[in-house]
């Protein structure tokens, strides 16, 4: 019997005020839960502003999870951690503490106190083998022998390995292993496939396809992503616990996104060239099947590529997110900025306003020895 909504009536989001995070957290609460978003708050608060008066928000690390995060809550959503290979290989120590050894802490904790429900954000990228492989390109279920290389890969499976165990009485843990997302969502990135195909047509009015576009990638838009664990929230348990579902709406070549996403624009007024570099680079290429969420949940994918290209467009323009090449749109160059960050301040302690310092006043009456300069500029007096 499934879940009634009464049943689930608080969902703690681990990561919710990321790229899906945020358009999770909306659907979660058009839907009527009450929703304890658990972030560090990393890109800001202005992305997740829409929802941050209807929601709990705790804003800790995710590697000090304990019992009192889950107080009340009947389901956890851990969408946590470090979410791309750049990222992941920048700080290998921080991936798997986060993706791997505090994930599985999560669900430990989680089921310690009770929680009935918990979804994890896996990766489709445990199936990439890379280019050159033709003989094992194939379309990959979740019975598939996997042999991931990359860290990032690496540490969601074994996530995927601490958490799924647990699965018993009273606790229902799944997996989805999501293809490349794509889409608007108010904590917008443009390092990710589509989502960059966007970028590059608005910003320099090309389309620039890597490797001949070759590789296969299995892709969903962000708010089929959010459906897909609101659909796990309200399924019967014995449907979802200790499985493992492949999350796509289809497997494409990059050369046909390009030309899809070209398309589209086209349809908008945007006219955009393609950029095609042969050369070889690292890729990935791997292609999933998607069958069994379908049949096992009755879930099947709403949003087209055209349809998301074609939103993307009108609200980047909408909110002004126009400034295509600022590092908070960029995962690695967002963290490598705050890391550099972290660096200075731990030596100087502040940026402008100075602790403790008692300056003149705006009236222009200051402390003894100070003088103004007429630029604004102070000196010494006397």
């Not at 960059?196 to 969903?220: N, Q, S």
């Not at 731990?346 to 300056?359: A, D, I």
Request: proline share 4%.
């Amino acid at each position: 019997m499934a879940y009634r909504l009464s049943d689930m009536k608080k969902v703690l989001v681990i990561g919710g005020a990321g790229y899906v995070g945020c358009v999770l957290v909306d659907e979660l609460l058009a839907k009527g839960y009450s929703v304890r978003v658990l972030d560090r708050l990393f890109f800001g608060r202005e992305p997740a502003e829409g929802f941050l008066d209807r929601v709990e928000l705790v804003e800790e690390d995710m590697r000090e999870f304990s019992p009192a995060h889950v107080e009340d809550c009947n389901a956890v959503i851990n969408i946590g951690g470090l979410s791309n290979d750049p990222t992941a290989e920048f700080n290998p120590r921080a991936n798997e503490e986060m993706n791997t050894h505090a994930s599985v802490k999560v669900a430990e904790v989680a089921r310690e106190a009770g929680v009935s429900r918990l979804i994890f954000a896996s990766t489709a990228s445990i199936y990439d083998r890379g280019v050159g492989e033709e003989v094992r390109d194939l379309l990959l279920d979740e019975e598939a022998p996997v042999e991931p290389r990359a860290a990032y890969a690496t540490s969601k499976l074994a996530a995927e390995r601490g958490i799924l165990p647990l699965a018993g009485e009273g606790f229902a843990p799944v997996a989805f292993r999501q293809g490349t997302v794509f889409g608007f969502s108010p904590r917008m990135r443009y390092d990710l496939v589509v989502n960059t195909l966007v970028k590059d047509a608005l910003a320099e009015g090309v389309l620039h396809v890597f490797y001949g576009g070759e590789m296969w990638r299995p892709l969903i838009d962000v708010k089929d992503v959010a459906r897909a664990y609101v659909t796990a929230l309200e399924s019967d348990a014995d449907l979802i616990s200790g499985q493992i579902f492949n999350l796509a709406a289809g497997n494409f070549r990059i050369s046909e996104l390009a030309l899809r996403t070209q398309r589209a624009l086209r349809e908008l007024g945007i006219e955009v060239d393609l950029d095609i570099d042969y050369s070889y680079r690292l890729v990935r290429s791997y292609r999933i099947s998607p069958q069994r969420i379908q049949r096992v949940l009755g879930f099947t994918p709403r949003i087209s590529l055209e349809e998301s290209v074609r939103g993307m467009v009108e609200k980047i323009r909408r909110r002004g997110y126009t400034d295509f090449s600022h590092p908070r749109y960029y995962n690695i160059e967002w963290m490598k900025l705050l890391e550099q960050t972290v660096g200075v301040l731990s030596r100087h302690r502040y940026v402008l306003e100075k602790p403790g310092w008692r300056g003149r006043s705006s009236s222009g009456e200051g402390e003894e020895g100070v003088a103004r300069l007429p630029s604004g500029r102070v000196r010494p007096a006397g």
